[in-house]
C-alpha cells in the first residue's frame, strides 16, 4: 500500500464528525489492518503547513475517545513531535487550551517534554541519522598542550550498530616526541620494548592535522545531522576541549552533549558495583579488560563497554500497578473483632461521626497532600531503603489489608479509628486504648523510669503495629527542641557529630556592572531577566552583589578541601563538561582539585532517549509530579534537578538480578511434574537399531569429551531473564531445567530403551510420557518434508501442559533449513534475485547468503535487523506492498520470493489479519510472478473452505510444537485449490504427536557430530544439508559427505545466533546444550 493511498484513506476518515466516534474507530482499525501500525505511526497531513501526525490531528479534532484507543491498543507514540515546530500533542492541546484533552493526555502518560529545534528536519531518515553517535578517541601530546598524535572515530546508529569507521596518524618529527613525558615514552614505544606502537607510526606517517580535520568532518557530514549527533567515549569531554582548540570545525559540527562512558562506570561503582564486575568480566572474557591506549582500541573499548551494559538499562521494571507481579511486604495476616474501648478517667473527645462505608474512605478534601500514589513506588526497591522507610511501605501495605467493617467497632471507636492512623494498632490487636488524664508538658518529654517489670509486645511479630518511625523528622523535632530552650540567647557555634547524611549546599552570586550585562545576548536578556517580566531575576541579583570571582573561587576551594579527596571527587552535573572548561579557564585552583573524569547527568538522558525512552518518560513524570518538569536556569535549581534526575534513575539501575545459584531465589521454569514409570517400546516393521551398551551411571554423564563444545554451563544463566527471551530461548530454558529434574533410573527402563533414552535427547518424551516409540521404516525423501494431509480426526497431545516435550524449538534455525532446501532446489541454476518480505531480524541471513554466492538478495522489513548490509544483501528498512511487487516484476533477473510476513496480532482479531497475510503474500506472489515463491501458511481458524495456491505444504524443522503453520512452495502459474482448516490443523497436530517422536535411522552415527539424532528435525536437517552437500560441495564419497554435514551442522549454530542473545542466555546455543549422556547401572527389570 503506498502513502498516497494512505492519505486518500485518512483524509475520507476525517470528514466523519467528531460526535461519531465509535464509527471513526472502527474505520481507523480497518486502516491499521490494511497499512500497518509503522506506517500509520509516519503519515502527516501535507494538505497544509503544518504536518500533523495522526495524534496531533485527533488532538486538533477533539477526539477524546479515539485518542485513547490508538493510544492503548496501537502504543501510538504520545510524545510524537511535530515535524514543523516540535510540538507535541500535550503540546497542542495545551495552546489550544482544551483542558480535557490535556487532562486525558497526561493520564495516559504524556509529559510536558522540552521542545528541540527541528525545523531543519526535512526527513524521517534525517531523525533517525540524528540519533547516531560520533564515538571518538584522541592520543595526544599532553593535557597541557595538546597536539593530536592520532584520532580514531566509529559512527553507529542509536543502538550501536557500526554504520563507518576511520583511523588516522599524523606525523611528527623525532624531535617532538622525545621532548614528551616519560608515561607517553613508555606507553607509545615500539612494541617489542612494551609499548603500542604509536610513536613508530607517527613518525612513519606524512598525515597533517589540517587534513585528518577536513576528512573527519567529511565523514559526519555523510552520516550525521549537524549539531544533533553527540561525541561518546571515555572522559570524551577532554576530546571534545581538544577537538575545540585543534578542529574547530569539526567541534562545532557536533551536538553540544555527550555520551561520557566515563560517567556510567562512575555511578555503578557508586550504586551497584557488581554491574561493573559482571561487565568487565564479560569483556575479560572476549579479550577485552584493559585498553592499550591506542585510539580505535580505546573506542572499541568504550562501545563494548556500553553494548554489556545496556542489558542491565533496558530490563522494563515491572509495572507497581500490575498486583500479579508486586511482591507482598509482609505476610497476610488473620483479621480479628475490634476491642471494647476502656476509658482510663476521661474519656477521648467525641465528635459527631457518621456512618463509615467499609475502606473509611469517606471525608472531606484535606489540603494537605494525599499521597495514594504511593503505588507508584515498586516494593522490589526495598533493599536500598532506610528502615523507617521500609517500615512506612509496611504500614501502607497494611492499612490497604484491614477491612474495618470486620472490626465491629461502635460508632465512638469507628471515629477514634479513622481518625487516627496511629492508633489503630489498638483495635487490630484487641488490646485497651487508654487516655491521658494529664497535661502535655516538658515532663511529658521525659523518659519516665519504672522499675516494674513487665513483659513487652514491640517486638511481637504476629502483632499490628500502626506507629510511625521516621527517622529524619525524629531527630530534627528533639533538636528544635534542644536549640529552642538552650541556643536562642546568644550567637552559639554548634558542633554536630555523626550528621550524616545532611547534605551541604553553596549559593554565590557574582557582581558585574550593568554595561556588562546589557552587552550579553538575547537568551539571557530574556532568561536571566527580573522575574515580573517572566525571567528568573538573575540579573537583579548580580546588580546587587558585592561578591568577587576569586573570592568565590577561595571559598569554594575551601568547601572542597572540606568535604572531598583532592582529585578523587567528580564534578557531577547536566553538561558538565561545559562548566569544567569554564573552571579551567576561570578557577583553575577548583579544576585542578577535582578528579579529570565527571559524572554527566546528560550522557544518561542521552542513551536513555535512544534505548530505554519509557525510563526517561517515567523519570520525567515522577520530576512533574514533584514541580520540576523543567529547570529555570538558576544554578542551584539546576543542580537539584540533576540530583533529582539521578535519584529517579536509582532504582531502574540498582535492581540487582536473582543469582542463578541461589536456589532459593530461582524462579522454576516449569512446573513440578510427579514422575512415573517407562513406557515399553513398541517397534513398527522395524526397531530401532541396538548397540552393545554396556552399564549407565545415574545421571548418565559417563562419555567421551567431544570436539563440539558441550554447554553445561547453562546454569550461569539467571532465569529471570527470561521476560527477554525469545519464545524458543524460553523453551530451551525449559527443556534444560526439565532434564535436570528426571532421574533417569526411576523410570526402570531395559536396556535397550535406556540405550535410546539416553543418546537420543530429542525422543525422551516418549519414555517419560508413558507413550510408544515407533520407529519409520521408510526412506527419508522429499516426500517426507512434505506434510501428509489427515482427513482422520485424532485428539492432539501437543498442547497438553501436563505432558512433557523434548523436541527443540528454534527459530532462526527453522527459517534457514527450509530456505537452504527451497534454494538448493530452485535456486542454483542461474543469478538469481532473492526478495525475502519480513527478513527482520534475519540472525541466518548473512549465512544464508554465504552459502548461494551467485544469489543477489533484497530484504525488507520495518522491524530492525540483526545484520549488516553485504556485497550481496540490500537492506531496504520499510514494508513490502503491492507497488513494489509490481516493479520488480519488470526486473531483468529471475526472482525467487520469500515471504515470512506477520503483521497478525491473535489478542487483535488475528483470524482476520492473518488472512490478510496470507492474500497480501498471494498478492504479491501473482504481481511479482517470481519463478517460484516460499510463502508461509498458516490458515484462519474457520469451518469454511479457504481458496489459496496450490503448492507442496512444506514441513518445518525446529519449530515450536505448537505451531499450527507451515511454508508452502508456490510456482509462477501455480492454479488455486480448497484448503480446509481442520483438516490442515488436524495434519499437523498429527505430524507433531506422532511422525516428529518417530526414530529415523540416518547415516550419521559413526561420526561425532553437534547434537544430531534420530528425531524427525534432526532427520530433516541431515536430508537438507546433504542434499546441498551433494549439489554444490561433490564429496568424494560418503565418509566426506557424513564429516561435510556434521561441520555444516555444527557451522550452522555458530552463525545464526546474534551474539547478544548468547549473552542474555550466559550460554552459546547448539544442538547439545541438551547432550546425550553415557551409561547409566541397568535396572532391575
Request: glycine content about 4%; hydrophobic content about 30%; aromatic content about 8%.
Amino acid at each position: 500500500m503506498s502513502m498516497q493511498q494512505l492519505n486518500d484513506e485518512i483524509e475520507k476518515l476525517f470528514r466523519v464528525s467528531n460526535k461519531h466516534q465509535d464509527s471513526f474507530i472502527k474505520r481507523l482499525d480497518d486502516l491499521y489492518r490494511k497499512f500497518g501500525t509503522v506506517s500509520m505511526e509516519k503519515w502527516r497531513n501535507r494538505t497544509n503547513n503544518k504536518n500533523n501526525s495522526l495524534l496531533h490531528e485527533l488532538v486538533e479534532k477533539d477526539m477524546p475517545d479515539v485518542i485513547e484507543h490508538v493510544i492503548r491498543e496501537y502504543k501510538f507514540d504520545i510524545n510524537i513531535r511535530r515535524d514543523k515546530d516540535g510540538v507535541t500533542p500535550l503540546d497542542l492541546a495545551s495552546v489550544n487550551e482544551n483542558s480535557n484533552i490535556c487532562d486525558l493526555l497526561e493520564r495516559l502518560g504524556a509529559t510536558n517534554v522540552q521542545r528541540e529545534d527541528v525545523s531543519k528536519w526535512s526527513s524521517d531518515e534525517e531523525k533517525e541519522k540524528s540519533m547516531n553517535i560520533v564515538w571518538l578517541d584522541l592520543e595526544m601530546t599532553s593535557i597541557e598542550d595538546p597536539h593530536i598524535l592520532e584520532c580514531a572515530v566509529i559512527i553507529t546508529d542509536k543502538h550501536l550498530r557500526e554504520l563507518t569507521r576511520q583511523n588516522w596518524v599524523i606525523g611528527f618529527k623525532k624531535e617532538v616526541l622525545d621532548s614528551l613525558a616519560n608515561w607517553h615514552q613508555e606507553t607509545f614505544a615500539d612494541c617489542d620494548k612494551g609499548g603500542n606502537g604509536l610513536f613508530a607510526d607517527v613518525l612513519k606517517s606524512k598525515i597533517t592535522r589540517e587534513q585528518v580535520e577536513k576528512e573527519l568532518l567529511s565523514l559526519l557530514k555523510q552520516y550525521c545531522v549537524e549539531k544533533k549527533c553527540p561525541l561518546g567515549g571515555s572522559s570524551v569531554h577532554i576530546d571534545k576541549e581538544v577537538l575545540k582548540l585543534r578542529m574547530r570545525s569539526v567541534h562545532d559540527y557536533l551536538h553540544y552533549r555527550i555520551i561520557d562512558v566515563s560517567s556510567f562506570q562512575g555511578i555503578m561503582r557508586r550504586w551497584a558495583p557488581w554491574i561493573e564486575t559482571d561487565i568487565k568480566k564479560s569483556l575479560a572474557r572476549k579479550g577485552q579488560e584493559s585498553v592499550n591506549h591506542r585510539a580505535m582500541d580505546d573506542i572499541e573499548w568504550s562501545i563494548a563497554f556500553m553494548k554489556e551494559f545496556r542489558p542491565h538499562l533496558t530490563k522494563r521494571p515491572v509495572d507497581p500497578n500490575n498486583r500479579k507481579n508486586e511482591r507482598s511486604i509482609i505476610q497476610q495476616r488473620r483479621r480479628s473483632a475490634s476491642p471494647s474501648l476502656v476509658k482510663k478517667n476521661q474519656s477521648p473527645r467525641k465528635s459527631n461521626a457518621s456512618n463509615y462505608n467499609a475502606h473509611g474512605n469517606q471525608g472531606s478534601a484535606s489540603k494537605y497532600p494525599s499521597n495514594s500514589a504511593y503505588g507508584n513506588n515498586s516494593f522490589d526497591n526495598k533493599v536500598q531503603l532506610y528502615a523507617d522507610e521500609k517500615r512506612l511501605l509496611e504500614r501502607i501495605d497494611l492499612d490497604k489489608q484491614t477491612n474495618v467493617s470486620s472490626l465491629r467497632l461502635d460508632k465512638n471507636d469507628q471515629e477514634i479509628y479513622m481518625k487516627n492512623p496511629h492508633l489503630r494498632e489498638v483495635f487490630v490487636n484487641k488490646d485497651q486504648l487508654e487516655a491521658s488524664n494529664k497535661d502535655f508538658n516538658k515532663t511529658s518529654r521525659r523518659l519516665p523510669i519504672s522499675r516494674q517489670l513487665q513483659r513487652s509486645n514491640s517486638s511481637n511479630s504476629s502483632r499490628y503495629s500502626t506507629t510511625e518511625h521516621w527517622g529524619q523528622r525524629k531527630l530534627l523535632l528533639t533538636e528544635i527542641e534542644f536549640l529552642t530552650k538552650y541556643g536562642t540567647d546568644d550567637d552559639y557555634l554548634v558542633i554536630y557529630a555523626g550528621a550524616a547524611p545532611g547534605s551541604l549546599n553553596k549559593n554565590w552570586v557574582i557582581g558585574f556592572k550593568k554595561e556588562v550585562l546589557d552587552s550579553l545576548a538575547n537568551w539571557h536578556q530574556e532568561t536571566f531577566a527580573d522575574c515580573d517580566k517572566g525571567g528568573n531575576g538573575l540579573f537583579a541579583d548580580v546588580l546587587k552583589s558585592k561578591i568577587t570571582r576569586e573570592q568565590v573561587e577561595k571559598e569554594l576551594l575551601s568547601l572542597l578541601k572540606q568535604y572531598c579527596v583532592e582529585k578523587k571527587c567528580p564534578l557531577g552535573g547536566s553538561s558538565v563538561h561545559i562548566d569544567k572548561e569554564v573552571l579551567k579557564l576561570r578557577m583553575q585552583s577548583v579544576h585542578d582539585y577535582l578528579h579529570y573524569r565527571i559524572i554527566d547527568v546528560s550522557s544518561f538522558q542521552g542513551i536513555m532517549r535512544r534505548w530505554a525512552p519509557w525510563i526517561e518518560t517515567d523519570i520525567k513524570k515522577s520530576l512533574a509530579r514533584k514541580g520540576q518538569e523543567s529547570v529555570n536556569h538558576r544554578a542551584m535549581d539546576d543542580i537539584e534537578w540533576s540530583i533529582a534526575f539521578m535519584r529517579e534513575f536509582r532504582p531502574h539501575l540498582t535492581k540487582r538480578p536473582v543469582d542463578p545459584n541461589n536456589r532459593k531465589h530461582e524462579r522454576s521454569i516449569i512446573q513440578q511434574r510427579r514422575r512415573s514409570a517407562s513406557p515399553s517400546l513398541v517397534k513398527k516393521n522395524q526397531s530401532p537399531r541396538k548397540s552393545n551398551a554396556s552399564n549407565y551411571n545415574a545421571h548418565g554423564n559417563q562419555g567421551s569429551v567431544s570436539k563440539y563444545p558441550s554447554n553445561s554451563a547453562y546454569g550461569n544463566n539467571s532465569f529471570d531473564n527470561n521476560v527477554q527471551l525469545y519464545a524458543d530461548e524460553k523453551r530451551l530454558l525449559e527443556r534444560i531445567e526439565q532434564d535436570k529434574k528426571i532421574n533417569v533410573s526411576s523410570l526402570h527402563l531395559y536396556k535397550n530403551d535406556q540405550e535410546i533414552y539416553m543418546k537420543n535427547p530429542h525422543l525422551r518424551e516418549v519414555f517419560v510420557n508413558k507413550d510408544q516409540l515407533e520407529a519409520s521404516n521408510k526412506d527419508f525423501n522429499k516426500t517426507s518434508r512434505r506434510l501428509p494431509i489427515s482427513r482422520q480426526l485424532q485428539r492432539s497431545n501437543s498442547s497438553n501442559s501436563s505432558r512433557y516435550s523434548t523436541t527443540e524449538h528454534w527459530g532462526q534455525r527453522k527459517l534457514l533449513l527450509t530456505e537452504i532446501e527451497f534454494l538448493t532446489k530452485y535456486g542454483t541454476d542461474d543469478d538469481y534475485l532473492v526478495i525475502y518480505a519480513g527478513a527482520a531480524p534475519g540472525s541466518h541471513l548473512g549465512y544464508l547468503s554465504s552459502l548461494f554466492p551467485k544469489c543477489e538478495f533484497i530484504l525488507f522489513d520495518d522491524k530492525e535487523f540483526s545484520l549488516m548490509p553485504t556485497k550481496n544483501i540490500e537492506i531496504k528498512t520499510e514494508n513490502f506492498t503491492d507497488d513494489l511487487a509490481r516493479d520488480y516484476s519488470n526486473s531483468r533477473k529471475k526472482i525467487l520470493f520469500i515471504c515470512n510476513v506477520r503483521t497478525y496480532r491473535p489478542e487483535e482479531n488475528g483470524q482476520i489479519s492473518l488472512m490478510d497475510d496470507m492474500n497480501n503474500q498471494g498478492k504479491w506472489h501473482s504481481k511479482m510472478r517470481p519463478q517460484v515463491s516460499l510463502l508461509s501458511f498458516r490458515l484462519p481458524r474457520t469451518p469454511d473452505k479457504i481458496t489459496y495456491y496450490d503448492g507442496h505444504q512444506i514441513i518445518e524443522p525446529w519449530a515450536s510444537k505448537r505451531s499450527i503453520e507451515c511454508r508452502i512452495v508456490v510456482k509462477k502459474d501455480a492454479k488455486m485449490t480448497n484448503y480446509y482448516y481442520n483438516e490442515f490443523e488436524n495434519s499437523l497436530r498429527q505430524f507433531h504427536d506422532i511422525a516428529r517422536v518417530m526414530y529415523y535411522e540416518h547415516n550419521m552415527d559413526e561420526v561425532e557430530t553437534e547434537g544430531l539424532d534420530h528425531c524427525y528435525d534432526c532427520r530433516a536437517e541431515i536430508f537438507i544439508l546433504q542434499e546441498y552437500i551433494k549439489k554444490f560441495q561433490k564429496p568424494k564419497n560418503e565418509k566426506e559427505l557424513k564429516i561435510k554435514t556434521a561441520e555444516m551442522s555444527a557451522d550452522i549454530s555458530k552463525n545464526i545466533v546474534d551474539e547478544n542473545r548468547n549473552e542474555l542466555l550466559g550460554f552459546k546455543r547448539t544442538l547439545n546444550v541438551v547432550p546425550a549422556k553415557g551409561k547409566i547401572y541397568s535396572s532391575n527389570v
